[in-house]
């Protein structure tokens, strides 16, 4: 059974079936799964464009899928291949060209939907240490009645920007609902984890 992470997604790492060099890694949902065992040639999940990616339809340097292995955990997709041309997109046969040194640099992905857990456990330090001056402390401090009274107004003026078609304020606004949800949650006792459980459930 394959593993899918929280965007539906599995990591599946590309290896030349002749040579056993590492060539790259990439990400798969069921469908690209689905076309490459069925069509030959692989494909990817694209992550930053968000659709189906034919590895080589730009730069004309295919990936022959030969066959395909699940790890113990069922959580990385291995693929044997045989490259066409050069798979990195600097030109080098393989991905993994860049010696890793003592003390790497870190970039973080500002992107997605992971913010919400990292804002969820803001709200969280600030209801314990209670910081003077925070906004989300005296939210909290008014209590559960009060948070929810600022719930349906961040939800009707988030609906009225969607009514009246004002695309540069419905994120502002549904970004506000979003904040003042999770204090909610927070004030109620109740973990984003819970929500995400029942969204699941919906899902099929």
């Not at 030109?91 to 010696?99: A, E, L, R, T």
Request: aromatic share 8%; proline share 5%; with cysteine.
């Amino acid at each position: 059974m394959i593993k899918l992470d929280g965007r539906g997604l599995v990591p599946a790492i590309a290896q030349d079936a002749n040579t056993g060099q590492v060539l790259m890694l990439g990400y798969m949902n069921p469908s690209s799964i689905k076309r490459t065992l069925e069509g030959g040639q692989v494909w990817f999940y694209s992550r930053s464009r968000e659709e189906l990616w034919h590895k080589g339809e730009t730069s004309g340097s295919y990936l022959n899928f030969k066959e395909a292995y699940l790890d113990c955990d069922g959580d990385t997709v291995l693929l044997k291949v045989e490259p066409t041309g050069p798979v990195c997109h600097t030109g080098n046969q393989s991905c993994f060209f860049q010696p890793l040194s003592v003390e790497p640099q870190y970039q973080r992905e500002e992107k997605g939907p992971a913010i919400l857990d990292e804002l969820f456990a803001v709200v969280q330090e600030r209801k314990q240490e209670k910081p003077a001056g925070s906004y989300t402390v005296k939210l909290l401090e008014g209590g559960v009645a009060r948070i929810a009274q600022k719930v349906i107004e961040e939800a009707g003026e988030s609906a009225l920007a969607a009514a009246t078609l004002d695309r540069e304020a419905l994120p502002k606004e549904v970004a506000d609902l979003l904040y003042h949800v999770l204090v909610l949650l927070s004030a109620s006792g109740v973990s984003p984890e819970e929500v995400w459980r029942e969204l699941r459930a919906r899902r099929g």
